[in-house]
């Protein structure tokens, strides 16, 4: 099947592999008369780039994108966008030993049950860097966020057993520390965690979270496309998340009603609040107009250079060590892909829920 | 926009409230040729009649199906099978209050913010009752699943602070108390947790999970239709669920690679197997073969008879109670309603495989 | 697949057969706020409603449409719409020996060949009585289109060999004969040559012709969804439809560029107009404004009394005379089903169109 | 809205200008195991490509086709096929003048209305170069269809007043002259009016005939997603074209239904056959196992050198002639666009008919 198109009005198309000649989106659906250069998707692509800490990888991915139409002079044309990131800093021979078994974690096996055989190079289309059209895109519908009034905060909250702390919380700590944690102690704790488990081979999970403020209120459906189950799905959809939650997430199943409903009150001028936000930002799957926030699971690397169990296509039973260096966590690099997941999610959703209303309508139409 | 659509191939329409004439569904896309009565639909609505227990609303909900269209002569036609549950026990006096004011943890606000006014009586839209045309649509999707061998168990997993024990699981169990816990002690336990809460007049969640046995390997897409991405947006589609995990979900935050990656052997008889499940059946996007293990968090009931405080309509901060009766706990009546949308979801995704390989069409078609 | 949902952002979904219990549809998409009543849609479905003349079957199918929910207080609540209208005048028994072989220009063998067996009650999916569900949803569509000011005119434009003229074209005469012509001596002369027909047991074609006033500019897309490709989906999805053709249609085969190209000018206020419309109000596939202009090629009704030759199911080479009374002419009862997609395929585009801007977009999300 | 996307299944996504850096294709949900080279899909550019006679421009576009993704060690994975065609031969100052009027038959306008500006050069996203996109994903479902014993035969049918003859039909002559008619004297007559048009500065029109042989029956959906309707919306989305037919198309509407219906009979080995194919291979919207015969109408090269009325943005009245050299009818070049969407969509929607049955069902999935 299909499946590497998503969004509905606002809606991107992905492809590449991690060792073909490159990756790229096609973004569809852009509103014409955006400003937009290939500046403002290079500092999404950076945030995502390897190589920038002894945490990630070291090999070099230029990573340089480049516009291929809808942009005319200087601004968006309204027809679709196509963006390419050639693949650079391949060598395939590294990979060349993991064509003959498969990687306890990695998706080898499935692809090879579904497909037949497998592009085994880097792990092909179930790389990374898959992920780096979803970026691409992901800054495009976060600059129109931004012109609407939206804004988007994604930081690392946990790694391993290493939480940030509601009192040391630093939204502008995120981008000064390469954990991209909002609490510098507690990078400074997941690093020297990290750091062992390094030693011995290992790697290491996390959660990441978003918040999202200044979102219109009004925007999902009561039924099957509630904003969190698209939320859920876009942030889902990421290699690597095993779990999503909104609000309270799972803390809900151990609350009480009286404890988790949101009391509304109006302030002194008149306007309609909650008093709190167990919630997240949305009811009945429609926001509220607080703010939504939500986390994602993500799983610790699957290559590691411990020695593990597996198989051979020979018939025979393996141990196994990932040669090459890799991330020994995910969840930093993984943090923009979640924002730019989000925020596709949000623009698509937020277009969609402009004609639910007569009045609205009428008065679009017959200005 | 349409929000009332779910799935691609296998694709269900659902449409009601709580008090208007019916609530139904159109099930499209369904294969000709299948067994199908009134009688296999009826089982699935049975699982979430109230008034079953004293954990559920005495209502009398007859909810009698009454196939519309789609079946001849006891067969599927292949064309849309439309199932109507018509409402028959409404008191709409009953929530001509709650049309003055906003009720706290309902979705009252919202849908007010999003379509200028609502239809207050019983949630409208956003009751219960809307799962009904899920539940139905999903005895027919359980159906097809159980004639290729694929199995679904869904229970409870916990209530509040009540949690089944591995050692006591019994699936057979699931059936025999009201609360749908596979573990008759923990049944008794949250049974005794429930009537606590209801002399407080308040209410509590839980954990729901679902496993899906035989299921075929190669179902799910790489990038955005992954199949826990899929079974993500539909169970978070359910109203009142607040998160999703599949396979160790939130714990692979603290977990290492080494623990996580599950590793492959063969056995004595060359058939390839996981010697674990962390994954929960599925990597990379694409089923496994193995066990699918999901679980969702219900929150609790936002209909309590204690005083809460909210705000009404004439620009008064009030305190309220909801009158009439209401369920301590959504998660038993819920279960039924996850098994249909993951058995949907399922359903969909298998037959969205099936073109994946041109061997597999070549057999198929120069039959 | 699930072929019976139709459009993205105003959706409908059709079911039901000629004789099981009713045939409906569900609307979903459609704005909060409107006002309906089951008599809004009436209007429409009597436009269709056979027995009305002697060119159309006196089968008396009352057609009473039940709104089943999405109207709370007379106006749309922005949920579904589901419509059902109850199956009254079945006599199956007629059909009986229709199971046992093939009518010829029906499609009863394709069903076979789709789904293994077929309802052969009354042409079961494929009867006429599937176009109900899009006449009620096309009245709602209508409703909304009327309320922005944008009007659709359909009529029947020719008959067999007889067409309307353009100097007796008078577009009110359209309902005062039963035919549907704006000409009432072509009317007058359709009506003869149907009578010789009847009287040998044949049938006959004819071209529908639908103008659109007061459509908005700017609706439609560059590529896959050009306004006029949905028009031709939407109309050649009907029963019967042969041919779709926009402005000049085929005539454009035998033009000359300098002949086709609709010339521009500023009228004396400064308004920018076309001199001709030779493109049927749609350039590029989207609107510019002007009138948009299609037509329809209708078949002969399959089901004549002449004697036909065909196979039965016992593998022999048959001749048959299909019996029971059936309309000698398709077209006149299809000009409104040609009218109510027209209407839906146009609601969900200008609904898609609204999103195309930045500028409207600031301007609707910060008002 | 997004409309670059095409296709359920089988799912392509154009994109790309004439003048910006290139244009391109992603085709998704190609069964993996296809083998597939760059030249299996030069060979279907070439047949578009321009400069090839002297009916069709003499720019020079080399379209050389790049496989970015999709296809390892020759064959598909079954992951996005990303195909790219940098564009070349471009004088952007050539459209210069093009930006300050709106040329007629052009899309000119109607970019402005719905966008508020365009990329004028050469017609931006409304140029003939689109389709480059439309007939590369074109090829690859070519050479599927053709594995599964499906043939498509795609030529011109008439140019002006100009038609092939059914006695000199020659479907080998197709390809042996530039006008892409299989009729070498009705080729050398449209030559001829082609000279005297071009003389004038005038364009032609003409008629495309497509026939498909081979197809599966039971493909095609009851309702909405009939065969004829889905072929109807990919024809219609090819620029120039104004109208569409299929078996006898718009003759129908002078045909009697005994002459309209198709006969069947066994054939003396028991072979149920049709006996005459007015219907053109689709009864109640599903293939039937003829013929499919379909027919587009084009409309004459909008860009003429004749003097024609039109506006400039200093909102005067003007009169303009178009300049550079154009082809004086798009027909030939068109063919392979037609054959190209044709396949799209057959494919998409054989994919689709797949679970149709229970029986074939448990025979894939029960292997």
Not at 2 to 27: K, L, P, Q
Not at 150 to 165: A, D, E, M, W
Not at 283 to 293: A, E, K, P, R, V
Not at 342 to 362: K, Q, V, Y
Request: charged share 20%.
């Amino acid at each position: 099947m299909s499946g590497s198109t998503y969004g509905t009005i606002f809606r991107i198309t992905t492809w590449g592999e991690s060792h073909g000649a490159g990756v790229g989106v096609v973004v569809d659906g852009c509103p014409a008369g955006l400003s937009l250069t290939e500046a403002d998707i290079q500092v999404f692509l950076d945030r995502r780039k390897p190589g920038t800490s002894r945490y990630s990888t070291p090999r070099k991915e230029g990573d340089q994108v480049e516009i291929l139409s809808g942009v005319f002079e200087g601004k968006t044309t309204g027809t679709p966008i196509s963006l390419l990131v050639r693949n650079t800093s391949q060598r395939s021979a590294d990979y060349s030993e993991i064509a003959s078994y498969y990687r306890p974690g990695h998706a080898d096996m499935t692809y090879d049950m579904k497909y037949g055989f497998r592009d085994y190079r880097g792990g092909g289309r179930s790389s990374g860097r898959e992920t780096i059209g979803r970026v691409a895109a992901g800054a495009i519908a976060v600059k129109i966020l931004n012109s609407l009034g939206i804004q988007l905060f994604t930081y690392t909250r946990s790694i391993g057993p290493v939480k940030i702390h509601p009192e040391r919380f630093q939204i502008e700590e995120t981008s000064l520390n390469p954990l991209c944690m909002p609490d510098a102690a507690a990078a400074q704790e997941a690093s020297e965690y990290l750091d062992g488990l390094m030693k011995e081979g290992d790697s290491a999970g996390g959660v990441i979270e978003c918040i999202i403020r200044g979102m219109k209120p009004g925007v999902g459906d009561p039924a099957f496309e509630k904003l969190n189950a698209n939320l859920g799905k876009a942030i889902l959809s990421i290699g690597a998340v095993k779990g999503f939650e909104i609000g309270d997430g799972f803390a809900v199943a151990r609350a009480r009603g009286s404890q988790n409903n949101d009391p509304y009150a109006y302030t002194s001028d008149g306007t309609l609040e909650k008093l709190a936000n167990h919630s997240g930002g949305i009811l009945g799957g429609i926001s509220d107009g607080s703010d939504i926030i939500f986390r994602a699971a993500i799983k610790p690397t699957p290559s590691i250079s411990m020695e593990q169990d597996t198989v051979n296509k020979s018939g025979e039973n393996i141990r196994v060590r990932i040669k090459g260096r890799h991330d020994p966590i995910i969840v930093p690099r993984a943090v923009v892909v979640v924002e730019a997941m989000a925020a596709i999610t949000l623009l698509d959703m937020l277009f969609a829920s402009i004609p639910s209303r007569m009045d609205n309508l009428i008065r679009f139409f017959n200005k």
